[in-house]
């Protein structure tokens, strides 16, 4: 999977809301990216809900980064999805993963599960840095395939 190409059509996907929202949205990735083991489908689904939180943290407008990198030593991609928006508590860091928990009035608890649940199952896994008041940080890692 070309994750640059998901990547920018997700961006797109949220070109509006982030205006509306008064986000302001940063893409940093390489001019050439490699490819990554998995699903385009699924992994849309991964960057839309990954986004899709980051926006609800920042009720007040921010900032959206998503970079990428792939350091050499090893066979991963790494995308970082920042934002500004209002963190999480340690309380909640230790919940983040665990399906049917959720902070959200409307929501259901499954996001975060999921993603985590997708990447993990191409090879990939997902860490959360934050902290109250400062915004949050995604790490996703993507595993690249293995030179035959």
């Known amino acids: ?82 934002d500004t928006g209002v963190g999480i508590s340690a309380a909640q860091q230790a919940k983040l993963f665990t399906a049917f928990q959720t902070t959200k009035p409307k929501g259901m608890g499954l996001g975060l599960a999921l993603v985590r649940r997708i990447v993990r199952r191409f090879g990939g896994d997902v860490r959360i840095e934050s902290a109250a008041g400062v915004g949050t940080t995604v790490l996703l890692t993507f595993a690249m395939p293995v030179p035959a």
Request: charged share 20%; proline share 7%.
């Open 1 to 82: 999977v070309q994750l640059d190409t998901v990547i920018h059509r997700v961006y797109e996907q949220f070109s509006r809301d982030f205006e509306k929202q008064r986000i302001q949205p940063t893409l940093a990735l390489p001019a050439s990216m490699p490819p990554v083991v998995g699903d385009e489908t699924a992994f849309e689904q991964v960057f839309t809900s990954v986004v899709a939180n980051a926006m609800e943290a920042m009720p007040q407008g921010g900032s959206v980064t998503i970079s990428a990198s792939f350091p050499l030593k090893d066979a991963t991609l790494v995308v970082a999805v920042r």
